[in-house]
């Protein structure tokens, strides 16, 4: 019974860090990334579909995305597509394929970033410290109904503040790894 809370608790929390690693691809920097386009929806034959299913996506150099639709008729979609997703970037076409300069970013609007990011990160740290009580909530019940001893409840809740712990810090290290991506020029 404690073994699979802790075990759902941990896969929850595990997917409270990747969901948060991948919030902070899609965050900007100066450098051109293929995460930039994730948010992309292009109308394609009547239904909206990620930019990466109808064009392939790719990062030549540090500061242009190149996207290569493979159908010639998309272009226009995908150009439109991008500028709709209000990214703050300009694709320009040559009618095969679309390049994406990914302009520098200012001192200030780096500092903007950093805050959004921190913020991203503390609402990730919430949800693992939700996880956690609603874990200890579980095994807290538990030792009510009389499945679990005193000893084994206390045991485990520790073991869910270990967890709580471990995914807090890694979050702590994926921002770190962001702003110094960041406040690079």
Known sequence: M???????TEQK???GVEHLRQELASVRTGKATTALLDPVRVEYYGSQVPLNQIAGVSAPEARLLVVHPWERAMVPEVEKAILKADLGLNPTSDGTII??????????????????????VEEGRVTIRNLRREGNDEIKS???KGSISEDVSRKTQNEIQNLTDKHIEMMDELLTKKEAEIMEV
């Open 142 to 144: 538990a030792e009510k």
């Open 2 to 8: 404690e073994k699979e809370i802790l075990r759902n």
């Open 13 to 15: 929390m595990k997917k």
């Open 99 to 120: 390049r994406i300069p990914i302009p520098s970013l200012t001192e200030e609007r780096r500092k903007d970033l950093v805050k959004v990011v921190r913020k991203m």
